[in-house]
């Protein structure tokens, strides 16, 4: 994958997380690969999922990047990494 085509698909997935946010309603939840709850989308911040700190086991935001992303739906944003990997 050319870096072009990367940055092609990251400005999808962020356009429908930021159609999906805008949408109103309950924050969507975010998923790792495994299924596991790793914390709940506050917003889009610097190209970047800022997740709430209330949904935190430490009470920071912490970021997911677009990288991070494999897809978005009605229900959550999934990821293509591990809980470990959420900086």
């Not at 962020?14 to 939840?29: F, N």
């Not at 299924?35 to 920071?60: I, M, Y």
């Amino acid at each position: 994958m050319t870096q072009n085509q990367a940055g092609e698909i990251s400005d999808r997935i962020a356009q429908s997380v930021k159609t999906r946010l805008e949408q109103g309603g309950d924050h969507l939840q975010v998923k790792d690969v495994n299924g596991e709850h790793v914390g709940t989308v506050d917003h889009l911040e610097d190209g970047r999922v800022k997740l709430t700190k209330n949904d935190s086991a430490d009470g920071q935001h912490h970021y997911v990047e677009l990288s991070q992303v494999e897809s978005v739906d009605d229900v959550a944003v999934y990821l293509n990494v591990e809980r470990s990997a959420i900086a």
